[in-house]
């Protein structure tokens, strides 16, 4: 009877062992629908009903050729690795991305993660078409090594609309034996406006022009942010500043530079604006430009020659110096998979091997550990870079709010004055009345 007991023990327990294994599989799929067995790369990550895919994101993103390919190169990472994540792209030019985007929020059909802009984010924000990401931040997206300064530059009233993919910074990046050519040796160290006129003034006199004007917004914001103001108030119902004096000063220099021939005319600037080929600093009949850290490597290789970074002019430079985040990550509220999208955003941001394709080419990586450890990944000029971010980001201040809704349209004001001035068809006294008329009419539609 014991013998006959313990036989029908065994046969009980055979039949009880394809059931255990069935729950097993079926834990297995449950799992990987969590997206807790994502990394395992097994079966566990297919769908009962065969190989499709369990997961569908859509990214877009605005850029060049070289962005779109090692974009694409990324998400390809991602997908090997995480094989029940299947993830659709769009991407396009600057202007055209954003004309595609408009009637895609309108409809309700944005994709679940879009390449944001700091002009954008606050108008996309308050629509109510971004994801507060706050919750998402420790888990899964991990900024444990990121300046809280950097982070805070992707808030919208306090709340977390958007991960900076890098960080920028403003400089002059310059052909030395150019300046050389001019009788200076160097950029002086915290060089002032005046040093900046003198200097430009002398590269003049030995038939150069020192650089190719300024992007209006961008530089005069700075400007004011050595005075301890901004280019619109806290709240964005109308400008930052109160006194036109400070218009008149910025504005009035860089349209004497013009007049005093040690920068190119209007005209010539209006022909040539966004062509890099015909940038002076190409031709070698320019010392060098003002613009973002991001941009030196592509300037750098076109003038085929060495080059240098040089901070910012003052007095109190440190004051309007900032780090700009050269474009956010953002979750769209309408999307479906918030928790997947927020995952290839930490991927983005923390994994090594995406980050040795990436080299930084949406600005200076934000994790710290990512920063070191891809340096010796790096060319000499994309180190130039890297290097002088560095320096500039322990000799910053935190960034402003970003710009109000309706400040492309302040923005495109200001370009048209601009122009205005330096075709001497206005007075800059003249342009910095208009200007606050204009600007204060757009942005009291926030209040």
Request: proline share 5%.
């Amino acid at each position: 009877m014991k013998k006959r007991a313990v036989l029908w023990m065994l046969a009980a327990l055979l039949m009880l062992l394809p059931a255990c294994s069935g729950s097993s599989g079926n834990g297995g799929n449950s799992s990987a629908n969590g997206g807790n067995a994502v990394n395992s790369g097994g079966n566990a990550a297919e769908t009962e009903a065969g190989d499709k895919p369990q997961t569908n994101l859509r990214i877009a993103w605005w850029g060049g050729d070289k962005r779109h390919e090692y974009t694409q190169q990324v998400i390809e990472m991602y997908q090997q690795q995480n094989p029940h994540v299947k993830i659709d792209v769009e991407y396009a030019a600057f202007d055209d991305y954003w004309k595609k985007l408009a009637p895609q929020a309108a409809a309700k059909q944005l994709p679940d993660i879009v390449q944001m802009d700091i002009s954008y984010i606050v108008q996309y924000a308050k629509n109510g078409q971004l994801e507060d990401l706050s919750s998402l931040i420790g888990n899964p997206i991990k900024l444990d090594d990121v300046n809280e300064n950097v982070i805070s530059t992707g808030q919208v009233d306090g709340v977390q609309y958007g991960i900076p993919t890098g960080v920028n910074v403003l400089g002059f990046h310059y052909d030395p034996a150019l300046l050389a050519k001019a009788g200076v040796d160097a950029i002086p160290e915290d060089w002032t406006w005046d040093q900046y006129v003198d200097i430009a003034l002398k590269a003049r006199d030995t038939g150069l022009v020192f650089d190719s004007s300024m992007q209006p917004d961008v530089f005069f914001h700075y400007f004011l942010r050595t005075k301890g103001l901004s280019l619109y108030n806290k709240e964005g119902t109308a400008l930052g500043y109160e006194d036109d004096a400070l218009f008149s000063e910025f504005f009035g220099r860089l349209a004497n530079l013009i007049k005093e021939g040690a920068v190119p005319s209007q005209e010539k600037l209006t022909q040539t604006k966004g062509i890099l080929e015909e940038a002076d600093v190409v031709k070698g009949t320019g010392i060098g430009v003002w613009q973002w850290s991001n941009q030196y490597v592509a300037l750098q290789a076109a003038v085929n020659r060495p080059m240098q970074l040089a901070p910012m002019a003052g007095p109190d430079m440190q004051k309007g110096l900032y780090m700009q985040p050269s474009m956010f990550w953002s979750v769209t509220s309408t999307s479906k998979n918030k928790e997947e999208a927020a995952r290839f955003i930490d991927f983005w941001i923390n994994n090594l091997d995406a980050n040795k394709r990436i080299k930084g080419e949406r600005g200076v990586p934000i994790s710290a550990a990512i920063k070191e450890a891809i340096m010796p990944e790096l060319t000499e000029p994309e180190q130039q870079v890297f290097d002088f971010v560095a320096a500039m980001e322990a000799n910053s201040s935190p960034m402003s709010p970003a710009p109000p809704v309706g400040s492309p349209e302040v923005i495109a004001s200001l370009s048209d004055l601009v122009e205005q001035i330096n075709f001497g068809q206005i007075t800059a006294e003249d342009a910095a009345k208009k200007f606050r008329e204009e600007a204060n009419a757009i942005l009291a539609n926030n209040k």
